[in-house]
């Protein structure tokens, strides 16, 4: 590597294995322009064999690399230290190089359910047989590290590998198992379930926790186990062995309520924006369990999954009721009797207040977003009541404000131009684009007619 000492090389090459996948994948594209004889151009082509290392790496040990990732230390699942993973690859390339080049070459022409897999799966066998002697020092240290990790470690992992053919297998199926299930489909699935049994009678809930970690959503999980068991009742899994994949689905809904429940309607639109995430998931998590599971009416399974979709409406609609306080400070305005009657009419003695906007932004992106979850959720009447009230609110305020730059009652048309660009950014989100365009240029035009080079600012 040109303008690089042989010392110096080996650093960068111990901190590029030592780098997560995503940061490792992340400097290959940052130095894809970086070439001839340059020292960024060596560490390009040491990134390059790097990521083409563990792309052999990840497909021939696919079953459980899933479950070698950072901050998956939970005793609640199966998972190991990543590092696991490195040190079985490195004992693997060190005691059976021919092995791994003809898994190489298999992976060059490689066509999921048309390519023998066996290469792959020999390289598996051999490294659960180098963690099971302990003699080479990589197979050593990364039985060590398992054990370290929790008890039984490495027994756990020979136990993940002896699956690992089942489950490269199974994995192919997954997105058919998960998108639409039929007779034929959940057949399947009994078929690959009755499979990793034979292996070992403890084998069902690692077959599935396995299976879940190459999910995208591993809560999905739940669907397959409901296929296998046929959509049992919830007096049946939960007697079951399997009954954690529900159980855990649902402490997963209860943590995502609280998330909801903790919005912080100050830390802007993508605060409100993953709420509203939140939200649309905790009602797919719902729904999920619903299909999956026979629930009972009351008590049990069933009745904790009715206390959360109360939950889920209660804190949705609970946020929705500050509608009306929060869009008052973002467009305050203040009452003046006319005639008999009192009306209110916006203030326009000081700028907008940063704070409140970024409150009201928050909570109409909150709005929004919960849009295509609101009919499931049950709050989409609550919903539908609270954007046309604000919608009528904005209404009025841009009216009354246009009125008076028109009659000449604006101290300050600057202010009224920061305020009617607030109300035009509402009504963006509140309802479309065009929306806050229609404010934005009658906003201009009365403010043109006062002042010829005041204008509102497009955003």
């Not at 998956?72 to 998972?79: C, F, K, N, T, V």
């Not at 009125?403 to 989100?429: N, Q, Y």
């Amino acid at each position: 590597m040109s303008g690089l000492s042989d010392r110096k090389i080996e650093i960068v090459r111990h901190l590029v294995e030592s780098a997560p996948d995503k940061i490792v994948g992340g400097l290959q594209n940052a130095l894809a322009a970086a070439s001839g004889d340059s020292v960024l151009a060596g560490v390009r082509r040491l990134v390059e064999s790097e990521v083409a290392d563990r792309r052999l790496r990840n497909a021939v040990l696919s079953p459980i690399a899933p479950l070698c990732v950072a901050g998956a230390a939970d005793q609640d699942h199966i998972s190991f230290p990543p590092r696991v993973l490195a040190l079985i690859w490195r004992g693997l390339k060190e005691t059976c190089p021919t092995a791994i080049l003809k898994a190489e070459r298999t992976l060059v022409d490689y066509r999921a359910d048309v390519t023998s897999t066996e290469p792959f799966d020999i390289l598996v066998s051999a490294a659960a047989d180098g963690l099971r002697a302990r003699e080479q020092r990589d197979f050593a240290a990364a039985a060590d590290l398992a054990d370290a990790s929790r008890e039984d470690g490495t027994e756990l992992l020979l136990s993940c590998l002896a699956l690992s053919s089942i489950i490269r297998e199974a994995t192919l199926r997954l997105p058919d198992w998960i998108s639409r299930t039929t007779e034929e489909r959940a057949a399947a699935a009994r078929l690959a379930y009755k499979d990793a049994v034979a292996i070992s009678d403890d084998a069902g809930p690692r077959f599935f926790e396995m299976l879940a970690a190459q999910l995208a959503e591993p809560w999905t999980i739940l669907r397959i186990v409901s296929a296998v068991m046929d959509r049992p009742t919830e007096h049946y899994l939960a007697a079951s062995e399997f009954s954690v994949f529900a159980e855990q689905l649902m402490d997963l809904i209860d943590r995502n309520l609280t998330k909801v429940a903790q919005l912080d309607l100050s830390g802007g639109p993508q605060a409100g924006r993953d709420a509203g995430a939140t939200v649309e998931l905790i009602t797919l998590q719902i729904a999920e369990i619903e299909n999956s599971v026979d629930l009972g009416k009351e008590g049990g399974w069933g009745g904790r999954v009715q206390k959360q979709k109360k939950a889920l409406a209660g804190v949705v609609e609970g946020r929705l009721r500050e509608a009306d306080k929060v869009m008052g400070q973002a467009l305050p305005s203040h009452s003046v009797r006319v005639a008999r009657s009192m009306k209110s009419l916006p203030r326009f003695t000081s700028e907008p207040e940063e704070k409140a906007v970024t409150r009201a932004v928050t909570l109409l992106t909150f709005i929004e977003s919960i849009r295509s979850s609101a009919n499931y959720g049950g709050f989409a009447s609550t919903r539908a009541k609270v954007v046309e009230k604000m919608g009528e609110t904005i209404d009025d305020y841009v009216e009354e404000a246009l009125s008076l730059l028109r009659e000449g009652e604006v101290a300050d048309p600057e202010i009224a131009r920061a305020f009617l660009t607030v109300a035009a950014d509402c009504s963006t989100l509140l309802r479309d684009p065009r929306s806050g365009d229609v404010i934005r240029r009658r906003a201009t035009a009365a403010l043109g007619a006062i002042k010829p080079t005041a204008g509102i600012a497009a955003e």
